[in-house]
């Protein structure tokens, strides 16, 4: 059963850190990435990474966000830091299946940043 699963969104101050966890299970992964969507607006890259540990970061965050995974645990991280009212979105964890190419996505988590 294909699962993606995160945790650590919340509420913080602007200026502030947080950081955001996913678990990928029951397939082989590629690329696994981050999105975010902020109401009233289409969902948006933040940050990808291959099994490799290539990164790709959108402008918007590039130096103050920091994208990990842990292959052993089929695990990625968002690392946020300098956080802006701006960055208040739901954000989604993406992994593509390693053989198909196939896009899985979980069920996103809050983050809000207060000014």
């Known amino acids: 059963q294909v699962q993606l699963v995160e945790s650590g969104g919340g509420l913080v101050r602007a200026g502030g850190s947080l950081r955001v966890s996913c678990v990928a299970s029951?397939?082989?992964?590629?690329?696994m990435g981050w999105y975010r969507q902020a109401p009233g607006k289409e969902r948006d890259l933040v940050a990808t990474?291959?099994?490799?540990?290539?990164?790709n970061y959108a402008d918007s965050v590039k130096g103050r966000f920091t994208i990990s995974r842990d292959n052993a645990k089929n695990t990625v991280y968002l690392q946020m830091a300098s956080l802006q009212p701006e960055d208040t979105a739901v954000y989604y964890c993406?992994?593509?299946?390693?053989?198909?190419?196939?896009?899985?996505w979980g069920q996103g988590t809050q983050v809000t940043v207060s000014s």
């Open positions: 993406n992994a593509r299946h390693l053989w198909t190419g196939k896009a899985y």
């Open positions: 990474i291959t099994s490799g540990g290539s990164t």
């Open positions: 029951g397939f082989s992964i590629s690329i």
